[in-house]
């Protein structure tokens, strides 16, 4: 808190610092951390589960992909390495598990959605989540929190 007084005809500035709020602020940013990652966490893993069941055939189409980085053998290897990053990647931002190296895993494969969604001339609207997403997974990347524990 910052007061201003006129002290003898001169104006003087007191800086309060209240240690205290500013520590439980900073455990509100942790705690607002812990819920963002859990809750990204789920979605990550609610896609992943559905891409895993999708199969194969969903796999492959995911996979396909590479082909516009210039990777063009296996791609049901590729779009099965897509589906297991999003699913692992999810479950690891929900326990806090290994959260650096699976969001490494994650930012690859919104890099690739996003290359696939402008390559297909998919409108902004389609584009914009993988693209988020990538800003999201260069968070967790780059930030470990406390409530995380590899």
């Known amino acids: 808190m910052i007061l201003v ?4 005809n001169v104006a003087a500035v007191d800086l309060h610092y209240n240690f205290k709020q500013t520590k439980s602020m900073g455990s509100n940013n942790k705690l607002a951390f812990l819920i963002f990652r859990i809750g990204i966490g789920v ?3 609610i896609f992943g589960v559905m891409k895993l069941i999708g199969g194969p ?3 492959e189409f995911l996979g396909g992909t590479m082909k516009f980085v210039g990777i063009s053998f296996w791609p049901l290897f ?3 390495l897509a589906t297991l990053a999003e699913l692992l990647g999810g479950l690891a931002l929900i326990t806090g598990f290994f959260v650096r190296p699976l ?3 994650l930012l690859f494969t919104m890099i690739m959605a996003a290359i696939l969604k402008v390559a297909s001339g998919a409108p902004f609207a389609e584009v914009s989540y993988p ?3 990538i800003l999201v997974t260069v968070f967790f990347v780059m930030n470990k929190g406390k409530y995380s524990e590899a």
């Open 78 to 80: 590729w779009g099965l």
């Open 43 to 45: 979605f990550f893993t």
């Open 131 to 133: 693209l988020v997403m």
């Open 5 to 8: 007084h006129l002290r003898n």
């Open 103 to 105: 969001s490494v895993a």
């Open 57 to 59: 055939q969903v796999w």
